[in-house]
């Protein structure tokens, strides 16, 4: 079991294990290529998703969201002033945090729509 070359009459044995190590000698080089990328000097853009979400949900699908989730009366839960929190009976939720339970909540969103 080997290759024999033409004019030195010698074998090299191809055996199991070093075809194990050429594998995983070529799989890390190419995982290794495949995941560098040229850096070109510039920045690169950030994501304004979570930023632009903040203050974003209508007042009336996140009274709703809260309304089934927190099984409290639509009547029950009420802004402050300013809309940056929201009252429910007497506890003080703060309304970034609510929205982003609500951008999070996915079987809602499956369950009631948006």
Known sequence: MGVVFSKMKTTFPITLFSRK????????????????????????PESNETSQAIFK????????????????????????S????ILVYSNQLDRAEMEQLYLDANEYHLNYGK
């Open 21 to 44: 190590i050429a594998f995983l000698i070529c799989m890390s080089s190419c995982i290794v290529f495949s995941s560098c990328q040229k850096d070109d000097g510039q920045p690169t």
């Open 57 to 80: 949900v209508e007042d009336k699908y996140l009274i709703r969201f809260l309304s089934t989730n927190l099984n409290v009366p639509i009547e029950e839960i009420k802004f402050n």
């Open 82 to 85: 300013d809309k940056t929190s």
